[in-house]
C-alpha cells in the first residue's frame, strides 16, 4: 500500500478494502482475534456499500 493511499484512508477520503485492513493489522501485528473483529466489519461494511451501490443503481422499484 502507498503512503498516499494510506494518508487517504487515514483522512477518510477513501474507504478502506477488506484487503487493506487486512494488511495494515498485519503490519502492525495484532492478535489474530481482534484482527478476525476488526475483519468481520470490515466484511460486513463492503457488503453493505455493495448493496446500496446497486439499489442506487436499479432503483427501489425494479426487480
Excluded: N, Y
Amino acid at each position: 500500500m502507498s503512503a498516499g493511499k494510506l494518508s487517504k484512508i487515514e483522512t477518510g477520503k477513501v474507504r478502506p478494502t477488506f484487503q487493506d485492513v487486512d494488511l495494515v493489522l498485519t503490519v502492525i501485528d495484532v492478535s489474530q482475534e481482534v484482527k478476525e473483529e476488526f475483519l468481520a466489519a470490515a466484511r460486513a461494511e463492503a457488503t453493505d456499500v455493495t448493496a446500496w451501490r446497486l439499489l442506487r443503481r436499479t432503483g427501489p422499484w425494479k426487480p
